[in-house]
C-alpha cells in the first residue's frame, strides 16, 4: 500500500507543480484583475463538474470495491454506461441554466458556452480518470493526473508565441476549455475496450451514490466559497489578491488528496479492518512534528516566497496566505481520516458539510465590512477548525466500535 501511496503522491505532486507552474505564469502575464476573473472562472468550471459528477466519480471507485462481487471493471464499466445515460440529459439542462442566469452568475453569452463546453469535457475526463483509480492501474491514473496541468502550459506558451506577453481573460478561458478536451481524448485511449456489464441493482448502488453526491457538492462548495464571495463582496482586483494567496497555500491540500486518491479504494476495502486503522494512526502521528515546521518555514518565509514568485503586486496578500496556510495545513491530517469515514459513515460526513458552509458564510459575512478580505480567510479558517474536531470525535468512535 505504501508503494501505491508514495506512486501517486508522487505523481500528484508533479501534477501540482505544473499546476502551481502554471498559474505564476497566469499571474504574471495578466493583471491582477484579470488573474482574479481566470481564478473565478476556473472555480465555476470545478464546482459544476463537481455537482453534475453526481457522485459517480467515487462511486466507481467505492462501489465495486465495496460490494467485492468479484467483477470490478465489469461493474465500474456499467456505472459508467449509467453516467453516460445521466449526461445525456442532464447536459442541455446545464447549457439553459448558465445562458438564461449568466448576469446573476457574473459571466458573458461567451463564457457562458466555454463555461459549458469546459465542464462536459472535463466531467467526462474526470469518470474516465476515475475509471483507472478503481481499477487500481496506477501508471495510467498517474498520467492522467500530470497531463491535467501540463496540457494547459503547453496551451499557454502557444497563446504566449502568437499572442505575446500580455494574454488576457477570455484567451485563458480558451485554454482551459482546449486543455479539457485534450484530456478527454487521452483518458478514452487509456480506457481498457470490450468489457462486459455486470447488472448494476439501484437499491445497493444509491447508497453509495447518493451520499456521495450530496457530500462532494457542498465540499466543493465549502473549499470555492471563498473565491465565489470574494467576486460578489469585493472587486476582481481583490479576488486576485486572494486567489494568490490561496494557490500557494493550497500545498497541504494537494499532499492530502493525493494519499486520498489510494487510501479511497483501500478504506473501502478494509473498513471493518483494526489493524488497518492502527496503520494510519501510526503514519498520520509522524506527520505531525513534519507538518508544524512546513507551516512555521511557510509563515515566515512568505514575505519573500509570494512576491519572488507571484511579483510584487501581490504584496496585499501576504497576511492573507498566513491564515489560509494555517487552515488548510489540517487537511494531510483530516482526509485520510475521511476516507475510512466515508467507508462507513457516509451520512455524517454530508451533516457535517452542510453545517460548515452556512458556518462559513455567517463567519464571512458578519466579518467583511470591518476585515475587508480577511474575512474570506477567517471564514475558511473557522470552518475547517469545527470539521476538523468533529471528524476527529467520529473517527474515535469508529475506531472504538471496530475495536469492540
Not at 264 to 281: G, V, W
Request: charged letters at 15%; hydrophobic letters at 55%; proline letters at 2%.
Amino acid at each position: 500500500m505504501i508503494k501505491k501511496i508514495a506512486g501517486v503522491f508522487s505523481s500528484n505532486a508533479l501534477g501540482a507543480g505544473l499546476g502551481f507552474l502554471f498559474n505564476l505564469m497566469l499571474a504574471r502575464s495578466c493583471s491582477v484583475a484579470d488573474y482574479g476573473e481566470v481564478m473565478y472562472f476556473y472555480t465555476l468550471l470545478i464546482v459544476f463538474v463537481t455537482v453534475l459528477d453526481l457522485g459517480f466519480a467515487n462511486t466507481i471507485v467505492v462501489y465495486p470495491n465495496k460490494v467485492g462481487n468479484g467483477q470490478i471493471k465489469e461493474t465500474m464499466h456499467s456505472i459508467i454506461v449509467f453516467f453516460n445515460r445521466y449526461l445525456i440529459f442532464i447536459a442541455p439542462l446545464l447549457l439553459i441554466l448558465l445562458i438564461g442566469f449568466r448576469n446573476l452568475i457574473g459571466i458573458t453569452l461567451e463564457i457562458s458556452f466555454l463555461l459549458f463546453t469546459g465542464t462536459v469535457l472535463f466531467l467526462v475526463y474526470r469518470i474516465n480518470t476515475s475509471y483507472q483509480q478503481g481499477a487500481g492501474q496506477w501508471g495510467k491514473y498517474n498520467l492522467l493526473n500530470i497531463f491535467n496541468n501540463l496540457s494547459k502550459i503547453g496551451l499557454f506558451i502557444l497563446f504566449y508565441l502568437f499572442w505575446g506577453s500580455n494574454i488576457e481573460y477570455s484567451s485563458v478561458v480558451y485554454i482551459y476549455v482546449i486543455s479539457s478536451a485534450i484530456l478527454l481524448l487521452i483518458s478514452w485511449k487509456f480506457k481498457d475496450k470490450a468489457i462486459s456489464r455486470q447488472k448494476l441493482q439501484w437499491s445497493k448502488l444509491k447508497t453509495t451514490l447518493i451520499p456521495f453526491a450530496l457530500l462532494n457538492s457542498i465540499t466543493i462548495l465549502g473549499v470555492r466559497l471563498d473565491i465565489i464571495f470574494t467576486k460578489f463582496f469585493f472587486t476582481e482586483h481583490e479576488i486576485g489578491i486572494y486567489a494568490a494567496a490561496n494557490t500557494l497555500a493550497l500545498i497541504f491540500p494537494v499532499f492530502s488528496n493525493a494519499l486520498m486518491s489510494v487510501l479511497l479504494k483501500f478504506s473501502a476495502e478494509n473498513s471493518e479492518n483494526i489493524t488497518y486503522f492502527r496503520q494510519m494512526f501510526r503514519h498520520l502521528k509522524k506527520l505531525v512534528p513534519i507538518v508544524i515546521i512546513l507551516v512555521l518555514i511557510a509563515v515566515f518565509s512568505v514575505d519573500f516566497i509570494l512576491p519572488f514568485f507571484f511579483g510584487e503586486k501581490y504584496n496585499q496578500a501576504i497576511p492573507i496566505f498566513k491564515i489560509l496556510i494555517v487552515a488548510f495545513s489540517g487537511s494531510i491530517f483530516i482526509l485520510p481520516l475521511e476516507s475510512l469515514l466515508l467507508a462507513k459513515a457516509e451520512k455524517q460526513i454530508v451533516i457535517l458539510r452542510f453545517i460548515q458552509v452556512p458556518l462559513q458564510f455567517i463567519v464571512t459575512y458578519a466579518l467583511k465590512d470591518y476585515l475587508g478580505l480577511y474575512s474570506i480567510a477567517l471564514g475558511a479558517f473557522v470552518a475547517r477548525f469545527f470539521g476538523w474536531g468533529i471528524v476527529v470525535f467520529l473517527i474515535n468512535k469508529l475506531y472504538n466500535k471496530i475495536k469492540k
